[in-house]
Structures are given as C-alpha cells and as structure tokens.
Nanobody, 124 residues
C-alpha cells in the first residue's frame, strides 16, 4: 500500500515557476514508477510527466516538455515537479500517482495509487 500527499500548488503569474512535491509512504518506494497528472475544469485528467524508480528515465507530455522537470529522492520518498515558464493553460489540479510496477507510462489507468491533488492557478 502506498499513500501519497501532494503539496506546493498556488497562484502564480504567467511566466512564473512553482515546485510541486509528493510525499510517499511505503518501504518499496524505489520500486514504483511515479507520475504527475493534471485535470482542468471540464476536462479529463491528463498525463504530465513520469519517472522510473532509479530517477534516471523520464517522459513528458509534449505540452510541458522543456518547461517542467520531474525528479525524485528515494531516500526521502519524495517526487517533485518543477514547473517553469507557466502558462494560463497549465491551470489545473495536479495529482501525484504511483504505479506498482517500475514501468513509466502516460496512461492514467495504469497507475495504482493517487494523491489528493493540489491546485495550480496561473494568471495572465
């Protein structure tokens, strides 16, 4: 069982930066692929980024590649999403997710555990 707690959301102006954090419980944290998803009002939850257990392999959605960076600290059992050059279109609730297998994938149905979400609002 893995429990996830998302923090770090807030209100920021376009062009600004935020760093989201996800704290995870569980002794096998480094065996799980981790991801970030987001859901804007009236839209489906969409993939943002994911990282393998060793922290060395990552994938990104086209809409955030080059602006967002996912990373993890297995000792602290933390996953981070550094978001730079934020745009109003990035406004959404952001969710941390864990996949039981160490396989990164961009499909939300493949993830087994979810955080409660943290709101990110980017003003123009």
């Amino acid at each position: 069982q893995v429990q996830l707690v998302d923090t770090g959301g807030g209100l920021v102006q376009a062009g600004g930066s935020l760093r989201l954090s996800c704290s995870a419980s569980g002794r096998t944290f480094d065996m799980h692929a981790m991801g970030w998803f987001r859901q804007a009002p009236g839209k489906e939850r969409e993939f943002v980024a994911a990282v393998k257990g060793n922290g060395k392999t990552t994938i990104y959605a086209d809409s955030v590649r080059g602006r967002f960076t996912i990373s993890r600290d297995n000792v602290k059992r933390m996953v981070y999403l550094q978001m730079n050059a934020l745009e109003p279109e990035d406004t959404a609730i952001y969710y941390c997710a864990a996949k039981f297998e160490d396989k990164i994938i961009d499909y939300r149905g493949e993830y087994d555990y979810w955080g409660q979400g943290t709101q990110v609002t980017v003003s123009s």
